[in-house]
């Protein structure tokens, strides 16, 4: 799998240079043809162990290299020298070094300013962290180019992720491409087999399949396609390109989904019917009423569950919809009838927390409801294997032990999957595969648009909840360094007021870590009554230190995203985020839906910088509109841990820039399926 964080960045003409700069490449146009099939050794410089790397990340022919399509691409703009009105823009400036300082950070970590004058004699800067080696590698009077992205600091240009080119680099053209990078192979070379490959192919080997009716306009000319892909003239030229990749990925992610949706289908899984008299016994079990939202989702997994095809719902709840109370009366309609039920969770902690709290709403019932996790006892651990083996009416909670080879269910009727986005579909397959075609449960707290919901989990049906049965989430405000003082007088008047405060750091803080949770909890301990939890501590240290945040023995519990999901303590009122710029949005949002859940109304504080997610969290409670937000900040890829699901593998197609182009695409595969 191509690596999906690191990119190699370089223009349209960097294939053309290094076709020129290389003696194999330059002879390249005098050697004979290649068909897209011909093993990537047939590409000069290309030995039996490059082939190997090259190989063990998908690129295997000249068709899978040339195959390998930029991910993003930028307009670059030619300067004679920074201006103000190119600002925000990527830019390519004729320079003279001036100078290079290099500056110590705390940390170990450093960096580099090297000033520049353009012709006309303005100064700009680039700054380089982490490589303090390159103090010396730019002397004073060097011609250079720099490219880079224009930023402007107070009166000064600066010039932000630059490339520091020789002055006689080869013109850059007007589009600059962003190419996933590819482990063990220098991005040069790459591009140099790259520019071999476009030159050498035989295009008229090079097909591909027809579109469902619908989309035929997008075709094209397979050559002009693939050139506007790599050697693009204009960015419009690369965008018409991308657009005709993006159809059609877009059709065979789609049409995976119709074919998956077809196989379940043709399954037949066991009935669960619920009649009258068990809906009422089932919602008897649980301690509330339950809400607009949560009774549609109810009925919906019943509807489902009674088959004949096995069940697929992904259950989509924002911080405190109450998505346990529905996966549990699901679950209760496959224990009625005397089946298994496996709830996978993602942390000992939260499998812990679910099982503490359905044990105590199933109590007294003829309902097994277990635990299995690492850490139990062998003695526990065989003796609830050899139950689940038996059969049996059970609901056990766990984490990958329920994976195991050795965990065997005799009568497994629902798999549920709760934070899925923390699971690889493997995984969620291989507990699936545990009994013959199991209803199938995935519960996400992490708010997903329904576009990227359809295209990531397009093979399930959607259940969506909304209201929340406790008060509306906390609001959250924003606490730069200067206001730490105002922040411990708040966390004072919270416990004056008889509530609790939840103290999350980054990192744990041993060893010298920054933004840690040991070093604040040695510094609130001197004041506060304070417990610390994370994720270096055994999992019952972790759990003695919650129950002692519940029961009330302290006030303040520090400790690290381990506190993110699971932890449900109706006394809390404050969340202190310190700092918050170190975390996504979506765990922001966790983070302070885990206070307000009483009958006091919850303030979350986010200590640090005024990053653009703390604004964001600032500004609104709707998880669904934060989502929004995040995608915009950082793409689809990080959202939801898209490697695990597949995702990973799109290139040209955008899920949220893409989203009418998905939607058009989704109904052309749904009445043509794409085989």
Known sequence: MLAPRAAI??????????????????????????????????????????????????????????????????????????????????????????????????????????EFAAADGTPFAAPFFNQPWLKNSYAEGQARVVEGTLQKKGRRFVVHQARVLNADAAPAGTVQLRYPEVEGVAPGRLLQWLAQALQRVDWTQLALPPLPQGLSAHDADVRSLYLAMHRPASVQEHERARTHFAVREAVALFGKVAQARQRRAQRRAVAYPVDGALAARIRARLPFVLTGDQETAVQLLWQKLRGPAPMGVLLQGDVGTGKTAVAVAAALAVLARGHQVAFLAPTELLAEQHWRLCADWLRDGDVGVDLLTASRDDRDRKALLQALAAGGPRLVFGTHALLSDDTRFAQLGLVIVDEQHRFGVAQRMQLVHKAADPHVLVMTATPIPRTLALTLFG????????????????????????????????????????????????????????????????????????????????????????????????????????????????????????????????????????????????????????????????????????????????????????????????????????????LAVRAAVAEEPCA
């Not at 897209?36 to 990340?57: C, D, F, H, N, V």
């Not at 022919?61 to 930028?74: A, N």
């Open 459 to 662: 093979d399930l049906d959607l259940a969506l909840l909304r209201q929340r049965p406790h008060r509306a989430l906390p609001r959250a405000v924003h606490a730069d360094t200067a206001r730490w003082p105002r922040v411990l007088r708040s966390i004072a008047r919270a416990i004056r007021r008889n509530g609790r405060v939840y103290v999350v750091c980054p990192a744990v803080g041993e060893d010298g870590e920054k933004g840690g949770a040991v070093r604040l909890f040695d510094a609130l301990a001197a004041t506060f009554c304070c417990r610390l939890v994370h994720g270096r501590m055994a999992i019952d240290e972790q759990q003695a230190a919650i129950d002692a945040f519940r029961d009330g023995s302290c006030d303040v519990l520090v400790g690290t995203t381990v506190l993110e999901v699971g932890v449900d303590v109706p006394e809390a009122t404050l969340m202190v985020v310190a700092p918050a710029d170190r975390f996504g949005l979506a765990t922001l949002h966790q983070l302070r839906g885990r206070v307000g859940r009483g009958q006091r109304r919850g303030l979350c504080i986010l200590c640090g910088p005024k990053t653009a997610r703390v604004d964001a969290l600032c500004r609104t409670t709707d998880g669904f509109e934060l989502a929004e937000h995040d995608l915009r900040l950082r793409g689809s890829g990080e959202l939801l841990g898209t490697a695990q699901s597949g995702f990973a593998d799109l290139r040209a197609l955008d899920p949220i820039e893409d989203r009418e182009l998905l």
């Open 9 to 114: 960045h370089y223009t349209t003409a960097v294939v053309a240079r290094a076709k020129s700069t290389s003696g194999a490449a330059g002879a390249a146009a005098d050697a004979p043809t290649l068909a897209p099939s011909a093993a990537l050794s047939k590409i000069a410089g290309i030995g039996p162990r490059t082939y190997e790397r090259l190989a063990a990340q998908g690129l295997r022919t000249v068709g899978d290299l040339i195959g390998l399509l930029p991910r993003r691409y930028r307009e670059l703009v030619e300067l004679a020298a920074p201006a103000d009105d190119a600002v925000g823009r990527l830019v390519r400036v004729p320079a003279t070094v001036r100078g290079a300082r290099l500056v110590w950070l705390p940390g170990r970590r450093s960096m580099v300013t090297v």
